[in-house]
Protein backbone atom coordinates (compact mmCIF):
# COMPACT_ATOMS: atom_id res chain seq x y z
CA UNK A 1 0.00 0.00 0.00
CA UNK A 2 1.26 3.68 -0.79
CA UNK A 3 0.48 5.14 2.39
CA UNK A 4 3.90 6.22 3.52
CA UNK A 5 3.87 9.92 4.87
CA UNK A 6 5.60 12.75 2.37
CA UNK A 7 6.80 15.26 3.94
CA UNK A 8 8.30 18.39 1.49
CA UNK A 9 11.25 19.28 2.62
CA UNK A 10 12.38 22.95 3.50
CA UNK A 11 14.60 24.13 0.66
CA UNK A 12 16.16 27.84 1.04
CA UNK A 13 15.09 29.73 -2.20
CA UNK A 14 12.50 27.05 -3.90
CA UNK A 15 9.78 26.24 -1.85
CA UNK A 16 8.52 29.44 -0.19
CA UNK A 17 4.54 30.47 -0.19
CA UNK A 18 4.31 30.81 -3.90
CA UNK A 19 5.90 27.26 -4.82
CA UNK A 20 3.63 25.46 -1.96
CA UNK A 21 0.28 27.23 -2.65
CA UNK A 22 1.32 26.24 -6.55
CA UNK A 23 2.13 22.58 -5.74
CA UNK A 24 -0.38 22.09 -3.25
CA UNK A 25 -2.95 23.13 -6.15
CA UNK A 26 -2.07 21.43 -9.42
CA UNK A 27 -0.14 18.60 -7.66
CA UNK A 28 -0.40 17.54 -3.68
CA UNK A 29 0.07 14.00 -2.84
CA UNK A 30 2.39 15.55 -0.03
CA UNK A 31 1.48 15.40 3.60
CA UNK A 32 2.83 18.65 5.14
CA UNK A 33 5.18 21.46 3.70
CA UNK A 34 8.16 22.17 6.09
CA UNK A 35 9.45 26.03 5.10
CA UNK A 36 13.03 26.82 4.83
CA UNK A 37 14.08 27.84 8.28
CA UNK A 38 14.16 31.49 9.85
CA UNK A 39 15.74 32.95 12.01
CA UNK A 40 16.93 35.67 14.54
CA UNK A 41 17.44 39.02 12.69
CA UNK A 42 18.79 41.77 14.79
CA UNK A 43 16.80 40.31 17.77
CA UNK A 44 13.98 39.71 16.31
CA UNK A 45 12.38 37.60 13.36
CA UNK A 46 11.91 39.41 10.27
CA UNK A 47 8.22 40.31 9.60
CA UNK A 48 8.33 38.44 5.55
CA UNK A 49 9.67 35.35 6.92
CA UNK A 50 6.98 35.00 10.04
CA UNK A 51 4.63 35.44 7.31
CA UNK A 52 6.00 32.74 4.86
CA UNK A 53 5.60 30.12 8.29
CA UNK A 54 2.77 31.04 9.17
CA UNK A 55 0.79 30.90 5.32
CA UNK A 56 -1.76 27.93 5.89
CA UNK A 57 -2.66 26.07 2.65
CA UNK A 58 -6.08 26.05 1.39
CA UNK A 59 -6.59 22.33 1.65
CA UNK A 60 -5.74 22.43 5.38
CA UNK A 61 -2.32 20.35 4.70
CA UNK A 62 0.33 21.26 7.58
CA UNK A 63 3.01 23.86 7.07
CA UNK A 64 5.44 23.44 9.73
CA UNK A 65 8.06 26.63 10.47
CA UNK A 66 11.73 25.15 10.53
CA UNK A 67 13.80 27.42 13.14
CA UNK A 68 17.73 27.45 12.98
CA UNK A 69 18.97 28.72 15.48
CA UNK A 70 22.78 28.97 17.46
CA UNK A 71 21.60 29.94 21.34
CA UNK A 72 19.11 29.04 24.05
CA UNK A 73 18.06 32.76 23.51
CA UNK A 74 17.31 32.25 19.64
CA UNK A 75 15.56 29.80 19.99
CA UNK A 76 13.03 31.18 23.13
CA UNK A 77 12.83 34.24 20.48
CA UNK A 78 11.62 31.94 17.53
CA UNK A 79 9.56 29.71 19.23
CA UNK A 80 7.34 32.51 21.59
CA UNK A 81 7.41 34.72 18.13
CA UNK A 82 6.09 31.80 16.10
CA UNK A 83 3.54 30.38 18.78
CA UNK A 84 2.06 33.90 18.90
CA UNK A 85 1.69 34.23 15.60
CA UNK A 86 -0.39 30.66 15.74
CA UNK A 87 2.13 27.76 15.01
CA UNK A 88 1.32 24.48 16.48
CA UNK A 89 4.24 22.45 15.35
CA UNK A 90 7.85 24.05 15.28
CA UNK A 91 10.66 21.76 13.39
CA UNK A 92 14.21 22.56 14.60
CA UNK A 93 17.13 22.65 11.93
CA UNK A 94 19.66 20.72 12.93
CA UNK A 95 21.49 19.46 9.82
CA UNK A 96 21.61 22.29 7.94
CA UNK A 97 25.67 21.87 6.07
CA UNK A 98 26.53 24.96 5.35
CA UNK A 99 29.73 26.64 6.35
CA UNK A 100 28.13 29.66 7.86
CA UNK A 101 25.69 28.64 9.64
CA UNK A 102 28.11 25.61 11.16
CA UNK A 103 30.51 27.58 11.83
CA UNK A 104 28.22 29.86 14.06
CA UNK A 105 26.76 26.23 15.93
CA UNK A 106 23.70 26.79 13.91
CA UNK A 107 21.92 24.08 11.97
CA UNK A 108 24.70 20.76 12.00
CA UNK A 109 27.08 22.83 14.03
CA UNK A 110 24.52 22.30 17.22
CA UNK A 111 25.62 18.89 17.05
CA UNK A 112 28.80 19.01 18.46
CA UNK A 113 27.56 21.58 21.39
CA UNK A 114 25.49 21.68 24.78
CA UNK A 115 22.96 23.21 23.19
CA UNK A 116 20.87 20.83 22.76
CA UNK A 117 21.25 19.74 26.23
CA UNK A 118 19.69 23.35 26.59
CA UNK A 119 16.97 23.09 24.16
CA UNK A 120 15.43 20.37 25.33
CA UNK A 121 15.37 21.46 28.97
CA UNK A 122 13.53 24.66 27.48
CA UNK A 123 11.10 22.28 25.41
CA UNK A 124 10.04 20.24 27.89
CA UNK A 125 9.66 23.06 30.64
CA UNK A 126 8.43 25.89 28.91
CA UNK A 127 6.89 24.53 25.58
CA UNK A 128 5.08 20.72 26.78
CA UNK A 129 2.27 22.44 25.23
CA UNK A 130 3.97 22.81 21.92
CA UNK A 131 4.59 19.64 19.25
CA UNK A 132 8.56 20.02 17.65
CA UNK A 133 10.16 18.02 15.05
CA UNK A 134 14.33 18.08 14.29
CA UNK A 135 16.02 17.35 11.31
CA UNK A 136 19.28 16.61 11.53
CA UNK A 137 22.77 14.79 9.77
CA UNK A 138 24.66 12.37 10.96
CA UNK A 139 27.26 14.94 11.69
CA UNK A 140 29.77 17.63 10.83
CA UNK A 141 33.15 15.55 9.75
CA UNK A 142 31.83 12.40 11.26
CA UNK A 143 29.15 9.89 10.72
CA UNK A 144 29.06 9.14 14.22
CA UNK A 145 28.69 12.47 16.21
CA UNK A 146 24.71 12.07 16.15
CA UNK A 147 25.67 9.48 19.30
CA UNK A 148 26.20 11.72 22.34
CA UNK A 149 23.26 13.86 21.64
CA UNK A 150 20.82 10.53 20.91
CA UNK A 151 19.76 10.18 24.24
CA UNK A 152 19.04 13.83 24.59
CA UNK A 153 17.11 13.82 21.81
CA UNK A 154 15.25 10.55 23.69
CA UNK A 155 14.09 12.82 26.24
CA UNK A 156 12.13 15.12 23.98
CA UNK A 157 8.38 14.34 23.03
CA UNK A 158 9.32 15.30 19.34
CA UNK A 159 6.78 13.80 16.69
CA UNK A 160 9.47 12.82 14.82
CA UNK A 161 13.11 12.80 13.58
CA UNK A 162 14.02 13.56 9.93
CA UNK A 163 17.18 12.04 9.25
CA UNK A 164 19.50 13.11 6.08
CA UNK A 165 22.32 10.49 6.34
CA UNK A 166 25.40 12.29 5.21
CA UNK A 167 27.93 14.36 7.21
CA UNK A 168 27.56 18.54 6.90
CA UNK A 169 31.03 18.05 4.86
CA UNK A 170 29.51 16.40 1.98
CA UNK A 171 26.75 18.60 1.90
CA UNK A 172 24.92 17.08 -0.85
CA UNK A 173 27.42 14.89 -2.54
CA UNK A 174 28.69 11.48 -1.89
CA UNK A 175 26.74 8.55 -0.84
CA UNK A 176 24.06 8.40 1.56
CA UNK A 177 25.12 6.08 4.82
CA UNK A 178 22.39 3.74 4.80
CA UNK A 179 23.92 1.55 7.42
CA UNK A 180 24.28 4.18 9.89
CA UNK A 181 20.87 5.41 9.23
CA UNK A 182 19.64 1.77 10.09
CA UNK A 183 22.13 2.38 13.91
CA UNK A 184 20.12 5.76 14.59
CA UNK A 185 16.70 4.04 13.61
CA UNK A 186 17.72 0.75 15.76
CA UNK A 187 18.58 3.52 18.96
CA UNK A 188 16.17 6.42 19.16
CA UNK A 189 12.47 6.01 20.54
CA UNK A 190 11.12 8.19 17.90
CA UNK A 191 9.72 8.17 14.91
CA UNK A 192 12.46 8.78 11.99
CA UNK A 193 11.92 10.71 8.82
CA UNK A 194 13.95 9.14 5.88
CA UNK A 195 15.15 12.31 3.49
CA UNK A 196 17.80 12.56 1.50
CA UNK A 197 18.60 11.04 -2.70
CA UNK A 198 14.60 10.05 -3.15
CA UNK A 199 13.91 11.21 -7.03
CA UNK A 200 11.82 8.56 -8.16
CA UNK A 201 8.31 6.41 -7.07
CA UNK A 202 10.82 3.29 -6.85
CA UNK A 203 13.10 5.32 -4.10
CA UNK A 204 10.25 5.87 -2.09
CA UNK A 205 9.40 2.01 -2.45
CA UNK A 206 12.82 1.44 -1.70
CA UNK A 207 13.34 3.15 1.69
CA UNK A 208 10.32 0.58 3.13
CA UNK A 209 12.08 -2.44 1.61
CA UNK A 210 15.80 -1.19 2.46
CA UNK A 211 14.83 -0.10 5.97
CA UNK A 212 11.83 -0.34 7.83
CA UNK A 213 8.23 -0.08 6.67
CA UNK A 214 7.70 2.66 9.48
CA UNK A 215 9.86 4.73 7.91
CA UNK A 216 8.27 7.93 5.96
CA UNK A 217 10.14 10.36 3.73
CA UNK A 218 10.78 13.85 3.31
CA UNK A 219 11.37 14.99 -0.15
CA UNK A 220 13.57 17.80 -1.30
CA UNK A 221 15.50 18.26 -4.75
CA UNK A 222 12.70 15.12 -5.95
CA UNK A 223 9.85 17.65 -5.42
CA UNK A 224 11.86 20.04 -7.46
CA UNK A 225 12.97 17.82 -10.45
CA UNK A 226 10.01 16.03 -10.62
CA UNK A 227 6.92 18.15 -8.96
CA UNK A 228 4.86 15.34 -9.85
CA UNK A 229 6.29 12.50 -7.57
CA UNK A 230 4.31 12.66 -4.68
CA UNK A 231 1.20 12.61 -6.45
CA UNK A 232 2.43 9.82 -8.65
CA UNK A 233 3.10 7.58 -5.55
CA UNK A 234 0.02 7.78 -4.15
CA UNK A 235 -1.87 6.96 -7.75
CA UNK A 236 0.99 4.05 -7.71
CA UNK A 237 1.26 4.96 -10.99
CA UNK A 238 4.66 6.96 -12.83
CA UNK A 239 3.31 9.69 -15.10
CA UNK A 240 5.08 10.10 -19.11
CA UNK A 241 7.16 12.34 -19.89
CA UNK A 242 4.28 14.65 -21.66
CA UNK A 243 2.41 14.22 -18.87
CA UNK A 244 4.80 15.73 -16.76
CA UNK A 245 5.08 18.69 -19.05
CA UNK A 246 1.32 19.22 -18.87
CA UNK A 247 1.68 19.74 -15.20
CA UNK A 248 5.25 22.00 -15.38
CA UNK A 249 3.30 24.07 -17.59
CA UNK A 250 0.70 24.83 -15.36
CA UNK A 251 2.65 24.70 -11.94
CA UNK A 252 4.66 27.45 -13.43
CA UNK A 253 1.98 29.44 -14.99
CA UNK A 254 0.48 29.84 -11.16
CA UNK A 255 4.09 30.80 -9.79
CA UNK A 256 4.85 33.25 -12.68
CA UNK A 257 1.27 34.52 -12.18
CA UNK A 258 1.83 35.24 -8.17
CA UNK A 259 5.49 36.70 -8.21
CA UNK A 260 4.01 39.37 -10.95
CA UNK A 261 1.40 40.40 -8.50
CA UNK A 262 3.27 40.55 -5.54
CA UNK A 263 6.42 41.81 -7.23
CA UNK A 264 7.58 44.58 -9.12
CA UNK A 265 10.51 44.98 -11.53
CA UNK A 266 12.26 42.53 -14.28
CA UNK A 267 14.71 42.25 -11.73
CA UNK A 268 12.90 41.36 -8.79
CA UNK A 269 10.50 38.68 -10.40
CA UNK A 270 13.42 37.20 -12.48
CA UNK A 271 15.30 36.65 -9.30
CA UNK A 272 12.56 34.95 -7.82
CA UNK A 273 10.99 32.56 -10.56
CA UNK A 274 14.24 31.49 -12.41
CA UNK A 275 15.66 29.07 -9.43
CA UNK A 276 12.09 27.30 -10.33
CA UNK A 277 14.25 25.80 -13.33
CA UNK A 278 17.16 24.91 -11.05
CA UNK A 279 16.51 21.49 -11.00
CA UNK A 280 14.67 21.03 -14.40
CA UNK A 281 17.45 20.45 -16.75
CA UNK A 282 16.54 17.33 -17.46
CA UNK A 283 12.94 17.52 -18.15
CA UNK A 284 13.39 20.39 -20.68
CA UNK A 285 17.25 19.72 -22.25
CA UNK A 286 20.21 21.81 -21.26
CA UNK A 287 19.70 24.18 -24.56
CA UNK A 288 16.14 25.45 -23.45
CA UNK A 289 17.46 26.04 -19.33
CA UNK A 290 20.27 27.59 -20.36
CA UNK A 291 18.22 30.12 -22.31
CA UNK A 292 15.73 30.72 -19.35
CA UNK A 293 18.73 31.44 -16.95
CA UNK A 294 19.98 33.82 -19.50
CA UNK A 295 17.09 36.16 -19.38
CA UNK A 296 17.53 39.12 -18.51
CA UNK A 297 14.05 40.37 -19.12
CA UNK A 298 10.45 39.13 -18.70
CA UNK A 299 9.85 39.38 -22.42
CA UNK A 300 12.95 36.87 -22.79
CA UNK A 301 12.36 34.85 -20.26
CA UNK A 302 8.60 34.43 -21.27
CA UNK A 303 9.66 33.35 -24.74
CA UNK A 304 12.52 31.42 -23.80
CA UNK A 305 9.69 29.31 -21.23
CA UNK A 306 7.55 29.27 -24.25
CA UNK A 307 10.15 27.62 -26.54
CA UNK A 308 11.23 25.41 -23.94
CA UNK A 309 8.11 23.62 -23.07
CA UNK A 310 6.74 23.68 -26.99
CA UNK A 311 9.70 22.18 -27.78
CA UNK A 312 8.98 19.09 -25.35
Given at each position: ???????AAPLQGYTDVAWRLAHAGIYGGVDA??????????????????????????????????????????????????????????NLNLGCPFPPQVKHGRGAGALRSTL???????????????????????????????????????????????????????????????????????????????????????????????????????????????????????????????KRVSGLRKFHEEIYSTYMTVLCGDH?????????????????????????????????????????????
Amino acid sequence: MNDKLIYAAPLQGYTDVAWRLAHAGIYGGVDAYFTPFIRVEKGRVRQRDLNNAIQNMPSGIPVIPQIIFGSRDEFIILADTLIDAGATHINLNLGCPFPPQVKHGRGAGALRSTLIEEIASIIITRYSFAVFSAKLRLGINSSDEWRPILNILNTIPLDHITLHPRIAAQQYGGECNNEMFDEFLASTSHRVVYNGDIRSVSDIARIGSVHNNSVDVMVGRGLLSRPSLALEYRSNKEWGHDKRVSGLRKFHEEIYSTYMTVLCGDHQILQKIKPMWDWLEDEIGHKAWKAIHKATTLRKYESAVADALSLI
